[in-house]
């Protein structure tokens, strides 16, 4: 298995939509088939066309807020003692996640495909919120899918996903949370494909669901070089990208532009959920060797029984419980070109601490997953290392978990 | 392709009326009642597709997944599921069985073993619902060397085209999805409409014995039996329920209702 250069990984997949032969494809029912072949026809003839892309950029300027911020955490940098630690500080986003590029995507195509309608999966509420507010903008009817648990949790961001006049549609089954989300809401498009555009709210998903999501997340590193470029006057001779990654959409947008550089000079650092270290239960299928398997009609590493069945995931975030990854990240995984390893529930906790203190940002739980292993590793890095992590998330939808486990108030 | 399924829609035909096909979860609400279920729909229908069980279903409506739930909570495995099969085929009930399933499942299990033991239980065809042509043609190429229908599943979104190619890669059963819906919706298509439809695939090839299902209950089964075969799945996993939820046997009372589904066919 290999990796192209000079092509878009995204574009790496053969005519069934697997990448390295093996990841994704579209494992749909048949009545899928049709509305799949749209979006992909649509979004292939958008793609590269001059107007849209202007159209994109001036909503991602205008309304999104590009760029977020590029900045060095100095102090954080003093207190662990090695490498330069900086941030991307993708929660500046409009909405606070990074969730709004690809929402913003679905809307923009459903409204060129004529749909009135969008629905969308959440776990830790972005995904829902953002869909909700991009939904909202572009004037169409919106309906999120979100586990009952998810709900119970994020309760931040279901209040904002109602505010926006969104419907929220509690999923009881399973574990109730954010895997059980997405197939109530690929059931709901099944039986509402004529009328209804789908956003799948991460890197996962039927192909043409993995590439929308990509395209649009590739936005955070575009930025990115720009102001790397702007600041070293070059790429660093070393320089490292973590991300926190669950489904992997913000890891896969932060690192896209970087695809490249060669490892040893740009390496690609991903920071899967281990769960609490006192339960066997993770949502880290690359970190812990899980078996290839389909999920949401996608060929992936997954959390599975000998039997197949999918099984049950556990970690403090919400946005990163879920039992399979992007193909992408399977792909860059047996290609060595990221790689991957997992914090702790508890890691992830003492992350959020270090960094809220010597720092004027408050990662969400997801990032602070990003931001333990960045520390840690950051310690035994030269100084002339250059270490950038991902804020993807704002903290504000965890302060009641932050509250209950380290007494904080936001 | 000559099976045990071709020989279920010929004496159907003879008979003037649609072959009645009925779904049930292997393992739902026990191994046990699944088996005694089977025999009981046997004396009335001409084909019972089985489900094993998968607990991330993308297509299921919510009957089916409860039925899917109580197996997988009961310990249902894909060799339980097997061992039904074995038993109701070496029974005097024995009628055709289509195994129905997510291709997960097949894939850890190993598409060849999994074959081969579909063969040594005398499993006559497979529905694998998240596996569409094109995709399917491998594994439907290797399901006819084992003379194991595969089959098809056309849906009112399939277009022309892609019509006549999976008609003409299918085995000897096609599968039309009545309308856009996950298993067990409210029928939201007129029946008028749906058998149209159908039509649209007969015309295509007539030999082949094309199936409606989804949506259809006792109200609607007899509106639409001008089709070669009709499906009835999510509205016996609801009687499952609804007889366990009021402590009734599961078996007598779908073995009540597929006999009066029978009985609107003639």
Not at chain 1, 146 to 175: H, L, T, W
Not at chain 1, 187 to 197: S, Y
Not at chain 1, 381 to 398: E, Q, R
Not at chain 2, 68 to 81: E, L, M
Request: charge should be positive.
């Amino acid at each position: 298995m290999k990796l192209k250069k000079k092509i878009s990984v995204l574009d790496q997949h053969d005519k069934f939509g697997f990448w390295g032969g093996k990841f994704g494809g579209n494992f749909v029912p048949e009545t899928l088939k049709k509305p799949i072949n749209d979006l992909e026809l649509l979004f292939n003839k958008l793609k590269n066309n001059k107007k849209f892309l202007s159209e994109r950029d001036r909503y991602f300027k205008n309304w999104v807020g590009a760029p977020t911020r590029f900045i060095k955490l100095s102090n954080l940098t003093e207190h662990v003692g090695g490498a330069e630690i900086w941030s991307k500080v993708v929660s500046d986003a409009n909405g606070g996640a990074h969730k709004i590029y690809n929402a913003t995507v679905h809307c923009l195509l459903a409204k060129k495909s004529g749909k009135r309608i969008i629905c969308g999966d959440t776990g830790a509420g972005y995904a829902g919120k953002m869909l909700s507010m991009a939904a909202k903008k572009f004037g169409l009817k919106c309906k999120i899918f979100m586990g009952a648990k998810d709900i119970e949790r994020q309760q931040p961001n279901v209040k904002a996903i109602k505010s926006n006049g969104a419907e929220i549609v509690p999923v009881y089954s399973g574990s109730q949370t954010l895997v059980d989300a997405v197939s109530e809401c690929m059931r709901f498009w099944v039986a509402n494909c004529d009328t209804t555009a789908m956003c799948v709210g991460s890197t996962v998903g039927p192909n043409i669901f993995v590439k929308i999501c990509g395209w649009s997340t590739s936005q955070i590193s575009r930025e990115l070089k720009i102001q790397i470029l702007d600041e070293f006057g070059n790429i660093p001779k070393r320089l490292k990208l973590y991300n926190c990654v669950g489904g992997g959409s913000s890891s896969f947008g932060f690192w896209n532009e970087f695809m490249d550089y060669d490892k040893k000079q740009v390496e690609f650092i991903g920071v899967e959920a281990g769960g609490s270290s006192k339960s066997k239960k993770h949502a880290a299928p690359l970190t812990y060797g899980s078996k290839i398997g389909i999920l949401h009609g996608a060929a992936q590493y997954v959390n599975q029984n000998s039997e197949g069945q999918i099984e049950e995931t556990e970690s403090i975030s919400a946005g990163l419980d879920y039992p399979g990854v992007s193909p992408l990240h399977c792909f860059l995984k047996d290609t060595k070109r990221a790689r991957y390893t997992a914090a702790s529930d508890e890691d992830a906790l003492k992350a959020f601490k270090i960094v809220s203190k010597y720092e004027a940002i408050r990662p969400s739980l997801e990032p602070s997953h990003a931001f333990s292993v960045a520390i840690s590793e950051a310690k035994k890095l030269s100084k002339d290392t250059i270490v950038v992590v991902n804020s993807c998330g704002d903290a504000y939808k965890d302060r009641k978990i932050l509250e209950k486990k380290l007494g904080v108030r936001l | 392709m000559i099976n045990s399924i071709s020989k279920a829609f010929n004496s159907a035909k003879k008979e003037g009326r649609p072959a009645l096909l009925t779904y049930t979860v292997a393992g739902d609400n026990t191994k046990k009642n699944s088996l005694k279920i089977l025999k009981a729909i046997s004396k009335y229908a001409d084909i019972c597709e089985l489900g094993f069980p998968h607990n991330t279903p993308i297509a299921d409506g919510g009957q089916i997944q409860t039925s899917s739930y109580r197996a997988i909570k009961n310990g249902t495995k894909i060799k339980d599921v097997f061992e039904i099969v074995k038993d109701f085929k070496s029974s005097k009930f024995s009628k055709p069985i289509i195994l129905m399933g997510y291709f997960n499942m097949i894939l850890q299990y190993g598409q060849n073993k999994f074959l081969n033991d579909c063969k040594k239980n005398k499993i006559d065809g497979l529905i694998v619902v998240d596996l569409p042509w094109p995709e399917n043609k491998k594994f439907a190429s290797k399901c006819k060397k084992k003379s194991i229908s595969f089959v098809q599943l056309i849906s009112p979104t399939t277009s022309k085209n892609r019509l006549i190619s999976i008609i003409k890669d299918s085995h000897n059963m096609i599968y039309y999805i009545s309308m856009l819906s996950t298993t067990g919706g409210k029928l939201k298509v007129s029946p008028k409409k749906i058998l149209l439809n159908y039509e649209k695939i007969k015309s295509i090839n007539s030999n082949k014995n094309c199936v409606i299902g989804f949506g259809i209950t006792e109200k609607s089964i007899s509106s639409l039996k001008s089709a070669d075969g009709l499906v009835v799945g999510s509205a016996i996993c609801r009687e499952i329920t609804n007889s366990l939820n009021k402590r009734q046997n599961p078996v007598t009372k779908v073995g009540n209702m597929v006999k009066k589904l029978k009985n609107k066919i003639l």
